[in-house]
Nanobody, 123 residues
C-alpha cells in the first residue's frame, strides 16, 4: 500500500518555473515506478512523465520533453516534477501515481494516486 500526497501547485505566468513534489508513505516506495499525469477541464487524464524505481530511466510526453524533468529520492520517498518554460496549455490538475509495472503510460496501469494539485499558467 502506498499513499501519495502532491504539493507545489499554484498560479504562475507563462515562462515561469514550478516544482511539484509527491510525498509517499509505505515501505515499498522504491519498488514502484512513479508517474505524473495531468488533467485539464473537459479533457482526459494524460501522461506527463515517469521514472523507474531506480531513477535510471525517465520518460516524457512529447509536449513536455525538454521543459519538464522528473526525479525521485527513494530515501526521502519523494518524486518531483520540475517544470520550466511553462505555457498556458500546461494548466491542469497534476497527479502523481505509482505503478508496479516497469514502465507504464496509461492511467489504468497505475495502482495508487494522489489527490492532485492545481497548476495554472497565465499568458
Amino acid at each position: 500500500q502506498v499513499q501519495l500526497v502532491e504539493s507545489g501547485g499554484g498560479l504562475v505566468q507563462a515562462g515561469d518555473s514550478l516544482r511539484l513534489s509527491c510525498a509517499a508513505s509505505g515501505r515499498t516506495f522504491s519498488s514502484y515506478t512513479m508517474g505524473w499525469f495531468r488533467q485539464a477541464p473537459g479533457k482526459e487524464r494524460e501522461f506527463v512523465a515517469a521514472i523507474t524505481w531506480s531513477g535510471g530511466n525517465q520518460y516524457y510526453a512529447d509536449s513536455v520533453k525538454g521543459r519538464f524533468t522528473i526525479s525521485r529520492d527513494n530515501a526521502k520517498k519523494t518524486a518531483d516534477l520540475h517544470m520550466n518554460s511553462l505555457k498556458p496549455e500546461d494548466t491542469a490538475v497534476y497527479y502523481c501515481a505509482a505503478t508496479s509495472f516497469a514502465v507504464a503510460w496509461k492511467p489504468a496501469d497505475y495502482d495508487y494516486w494522489g489527490q492532485g494539485t492545481q497548476v495554472t499558467v497565465s499568458s
